[in-house]
């Protein structure tokens, strides 16, 4: 409501783009508003030389979740198959949404490695084990330089602590603000935890206040979270612990 009344930005569903070289780009996560956002970022938008092409080489997954996945199918009209990083789990999640794409672009599908393996020349990732989906984690091969993704954070297990703390940028699981924020709007709506989604209150806040990553930002936040509201209590919390929040066409040089 607030957004619509212009009194905070209006916010796209959680998408990001990464690329070692400004020419080959790959999504973490492919959002149904993945057609708005293209139109939004000039370096996701196809080059004059071509009438059919696309700088979007692939999609990392994070898990199945629909709002993860949608925008797979906006990217049927391809001449090549698009190549889609996932664990075996999120790959049988979406076998219907590789069933429709075998008759357009057809998907080419890779599994995700634990060890650090090339995304691209400059670019390489690994995956992060969480209960219900993966945390990824990117290094620049010329300056060493990484940055940890983890949009749906159920709980901060070993290997994800290890990975904040190698971090130079670190982008986090901000979904709601405390486990029961849904219960307020619905009575019986499940709580954060039980969503897959650490709660920033009492989960993930203290955590990244003390990590000494360069920068730590919150993403992929619900519209019922409180951080989104300027002057809010919540959100100077989070201001004051040295944690930023990402925003709509939020670019970082790693
Ligand atoms: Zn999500």
């Not at 290094?139 to 940055?147: E, H, I, V, W």
């Not at 924020?181 to 935890?193: I, N, Q, S, T, V």
């Not at 809010?232 to 925003?247: C, K, M, N, P, T």
Request: with cysteine; glycine share 4%.
């Amino acid at each position: 409501m607030a957004a619509r009344a212009g009194k905070i930005p209006q916010q796209m569903q959680s998408s990001l783009a990464i690329s070692g070289d400004d020419e080959r780009w790959f999504l973490i996560n492919a959002s149904p508003d993945l057609a708005q956002q293209i139109e939004r970022t000039p370096a996701l938008q196809p080059r004059p030389n071509s009438p059919r092409n696309s700088p979007i080489v692939g999609v990392l997954l994070t898990n199945a979740d629909l709002d993860h996945a949608l925008g797979l199918l906006l990217l049927r009209q391809r001449e090549t198959p698009l190549i889609v990083y996932a664990t075996d789990e999120t790959r049988a999640a979406l076998d219907w949404i590789n069933m429709v794409l075998k008759r357009f672009c057809g998907v080419e599908w890779r599994l995700v490695s634990r060890d650090f393996d090339s995304l691209s020349k400059s670019v390489a990732f690994r995956a992060i084990s969480l209960p219900k989906s993966i945390a990824l984690q990117f290094r620049d091969q010329s300056s060493n330089a990484s940055a940890l993704i983890a949009p749906a954070a159920g709980n901060l297990n070993d290997e994800l602590h290890d990975a904040v703390k190698t971090s130079d940028l670190v982008l986090f699981d901000g979904t709601f603000w405390k486990d029961d924020e849904l219960l307020a709007f619905r009575p019986g709506a499940r709580r954060a935890r039980e969503m897959n989604h650490l709660p920033i209150a009492d989960g993930s806040l203290d955590f990244l206040r003390h990590s000494s990553a360069r920068r730590k930002m919150y993403i992929h936040i619900n519209n019922t979270n409180p951080i989104l509201m300027p002057g809010s209590f919540e959100r100077a919390q989070v201001e004051r612990a040295g944690i930023e929040i990402a925003r709509d066409g939020l670019e970082i040089a790693l």
